[in-house]
Structure formats: structure tokens, C-alpha cells
């Protein structure tokens, strides 16, 4: 069984639409769907946004569901100059960029106690997001493999941005995904993060998200569908 989460309506509710045989277990507040997607066993749900709701599911997901792999599906703005609207970025590996102690002798993004700030992805999943992309991407749109940057904030201005940039150079960031990279690596359990562009997360974000967002979080998610389908 594969699990899948999403933090926003949006961001699962093709792939709900999609599943067949499901029956939902509530568990910790959150809905967790099961289901099967082209015959693959999955469970879905909906963690809400930021870090600790995320960290949250993914425990309950891991502990409590026969999981042999996490995806998490959704969008994030584009940090990469490569990186553009529509495109998909698909994690090699995840950090916490808002996450600073520096001042015990740790960089930043790393959980002190740790020995690196970044959580590799599955080399599998990724092999798999990558067959599915050539199927899920839009006509003229890209993927990208490499790291993306997870903190508590919604990015959107080109200070804050470049801060990010030029401490881990990753393709894009979000809200999610490298809290639930660090409940799979203790428990280790395969993970890879799926994410659209929605915004550059850069002054124009707060006009692009609610413009793109819908459309790029179907492209994520078709894409997630083509992994677990194959």
C-alpha cells in the first residue's frame, strides 16, 4: 500500500475522485481514504498546512496503515531561475529552511541532533515520478529532480526568497514536505515529494498561487496517480 498525502482539498481531491473500493478511517482528526487507484492498494488524506500538521499525519500514516511508501502530492513556489510556472519538481532531497542553530555549531536547516540538514528521497520513487511525468506534464511544461525547500512560511518576496537560494539552492519551496521527509527517515519509510509550481514565490506570488494553483495541484496530483497505476 502506498500512502499519499496532500495538505489542501485541492490537492487530493482528484485522486479521491479516482479511487475505487474506498472506505475512511478517522484517526487523530484527519480522514484517512482507502482505496485502490488502477488496482493499487492506497490510502489518501488530507494533513492541513504547515509543518506540524504534516508531521502529525505522516506519523499516523506510517503507524497505522501497512505503508510501503509515502508520496506527498501538491504545490510550492519556484525558487530555481530554471524552474518555471507549470513545471513539476520531484525531491532528491528535502531541508528545513526555516529551522537555524547555528550558533551550537549546526548549519542551517539542520535539526539539531542530526547529522544533515537534508532527507534523501526513495531512488525508486523518483524513478517512478519520472516515468509518470512524461504522461502527467501539460504540453510544453518540465520536470525537474532535485531539492526542495520545506519551512513555515509562505514565500513571497525576492529577499526571503534569495535567502533560501542562497543557503540550499533548491528547486522550489513549500510548507510540508521535508516535516514529513523527517517522520519517514525515523521510521524509515520510502518517501518522495511531488510538487507543481504555482507561484515564483517572489513579489507576483500572492497574485499566481490562487491563479495556478488548482490547475498545477490536478498536474501533481496526475502525476502521483501515473506512480501508484504503473
Given at each position: 500500500?502506498?500512502?499519499?498525502?496532500?495538505?489542501?482539498?485541492?490537492?487530493?481531491?482528484?485522486?479521491?475522485?479516482?479511487?475505487?473500493d474506498k472506505t475512511t478511517r478517522t484517526?487523530?482528526?484527519?480522514?484517512?481514504?482507502?482505496?485502490?487507484?488502477?488496482?493499487?492498494?492506497?490510502?489518501?488524506?488530507?494533513?492541513?498546512?504547515?509543518?506540524?500538521?504534516?508531521?502529525?499525519?505522516?506519523?499516523?500514516?506510517?503507524?497505522?496503515?501497512?505503508?510501503?511508501?509515502?508520496?506527498?502530492?501538491?504545490?510550492?513556489?519556484?525558487?530555481?531561475?530554471?524552474?518555471?510556472?507549470?513545471?513539476?519538481?520531484?525531491?532528491?532531497?528535502?531541508?528545513?529552511?526555516?529551522?537555524?542553530?547555528?550558533?551550537?555549531?549546526?548549519?542551517?536547516?539542520?535539526?539539531?541532533?542530526?547529522?544533515?540538514?537534508?532527507?534523501?528521497?526513495?531512488?525508486?520513487?523518483?524513478?517512478?515520478?519520472?516515468?509518470?511525468?512524461?504522461?502527467?506534464?501539460?504540453?510544453?511544461?518540465?520536470?525537474?529532480?532535485?531539492?526542495?525547500?520545506?519551512?513555515?512560511?509562505?514565500?513571497?518576496s525576492r529577499r526571503a526568497k534569495d535567502?533560501?537560494?542562497?543557503?540550499?539552492?533548491?528547486?522550489?519551496?513549500?510548507?510540508?514536505?521535508?516535516?514529513?521527509?523527517?517522520?519517514?527517515?525515523?521510521?524509515?519509510?520510502?518517501?518522495?515529494?511531488?510538487?507543481?509550481i504555482s507561484d515564483k514565490a517572489d513579489?507576483?506570488?500572492?497574485?499566481?498561487?490562487?491563479?495556478?494553483?488548482?490547475?498545477?495541484?490536478?498536474?501533481?496530483?496526475?502525476?502521483?496517480?501515473?506512480?501508484?497505476?504503473?
Open positions: 500500500m502506498i500512502g499519499i498525502i496532500g495538505a489542501m482539498e485541492v490537492e487530493v481531491q482528484g485522486i479521491l475522485e479516482q479511487m475505487t484517526i487523530g482528526g484527519l480522514d484517512f481514504h482507502e482505496g485502490k487507484i488502477g488496482g493499487a492498494p492506497v490510502v489518501v488524506v488530507k494533513c492541513g498546512i504547515g509543518k506540524v500538521n504534516a508531521a502529525h499525519c505522516a506519523s499516523i500514516l506510517v503507524t497505522s496503515f501497512d505503508v510501503a511508501g509515502v508520496i506527498n502530492t501538491g504545490v510550492a513556489g519556484g525558487i530555481n531561475p530554471h524552474v518555471n510556472i507549470g513545471d513539476v519538481a520531484i525531491s532528491n532531497d528535502l531541508v528545513q529552511h526555516d529551522v537555524e542553530a547555528t550558533e551550537f555549531g549546526y548549519v542551517t536547516g539542520q535539526v539539531p541532533g542530526l547529522a544533515s540538514p537534508y532527507f534523501a528521497a526513495c531512488k525508486e520513487l523518483i524513478e517512478k515520478a519520472k516515468t509518470a511525468a512524461k504522461d502527467a506534464l501539460p504540453e510544453g511544461k518540465k520536470w525537474h529532480v532535485g531539492r526542495i525547500a520545506t519551512g513555515d512560511q509562505f514565500i513571497a535567502a533560501i537560494w542562497e543557503s540550499h539552492v533548491p528547486l522550489c519551496t513549500e510548507m510540508e514536505g521535508a516535516a514529513i521527509a523527517q517522520v519517514c527517515m525515523l521510521t524509515a519509510t520510502p518517501f518522495v515529494a511531488i510538487r507543481a513579489g507576483t506570488a500572492h497574485e499566481d498561487f490562487p491563479t495556478f494553483m488548482e490547475e498545477t495541484a490536478v498536474t501533481s496530483a496526475k502525476l502521483v496517480m501515473g506512480m501508484v497505476g504503473e
